[in-house]
């Protein structure tokens, strides 16, 4: 690895076509955080970010028998990523387009709803209930990241653990809660409300 990391990205293409995977993983360190950063600026989500960057590597991967060996590995990565990212984008404009239809076709349930005590309080209740549920240090991390909004790698140093374990753990939970409150089709500003009021208890 330590020889690998000298070689030229042209050098590592070739190794890579062949499949070497330490010149796949030489790619990856040397370009994972330029790409995340890259990738952040447009973005502004980690966990997002992380995901992306290394779906990127999976299908250069899973392609490297194809890959142009004459071609700018660099300029492959950051075309790849640049797809990717738009699609996160627009994705997340339909998803808030959606959220504003439902917002405007259900604003007076919506108001209701949030104006009714006893239908809050039993969210809340079931959104601390299924934070509770997590893991101490699964709970730990989540909370510094949407509570305390402390980035990955200033949650790794706190808690002593790598930004990979950080990123596991607050997956995890975004997922179980995803999954709490999958059929109630609540705007993500409640959601988001909610999860708050849990992480203050």
């Known amino acids: 690895m330590t020889k690998l990391t000298t070689y030229s990205d042209h050098e590592l293409l070739i190794a890579l076509h062949c499949g070497d995977k330490k010149a796949f993983e030489a ?3 040397r370009y994972f955080t330029p790409l995340s950063t890259y ?7 980690e966990y997002v970010v992380t995901e992306l960057v ?3 590597f999976v299908d250069i991967w899973k392609k490297r028998e194809t890959l142009d060996t004459d071609g700018e590995v660099a300029s492959l990565l950051y075309a790849m990523l640049r797809n990717k990212a738009l699609h996160e984008l627009r994705a997340r ?18 108001a209701d709803k949030l104006t009714d005590g006893l239908y ?21 991390a989540f909370t510094l990241s949407r509570y305390e909004h402390l980035s990955y790698k200033e949650i790794a140093e706190k808690m002593s653990i790598s930004v990979n374990t950080v990123e596991k753990h607050i997956g ?3 997922q179980l809660l995803r ?3 999958q059929g109630y089709n609540l705007p993500v500003v409640i959601l988001a409300g909610l999860i708050e009021l849990a992480l203050r208890r």
């Open 27 to 29: 790619l990856y360190f």
């Open 39 to 45: 990738a952040y600026k447009r973005l502004q989500d």
């Open 54 to 56: 290394q779906d990127v």
């Open 93 to 110: 404009f339909i998803q808030s387009k959606h959220i504003e239809e439902f917002t405007l076709l259900h604003k007076d349930d919506v």
């Open 120 to 140: 809050v309080r039993q969210m809340e209740e079931k959104m601390q209930q299924a934070v509770n549920r997590l893991s101490p240090q699964c709970k730990n």
């Open 172 to 174: 995890k939970a975004l």
């Open 179 to 181: 999954q709490e409150f």
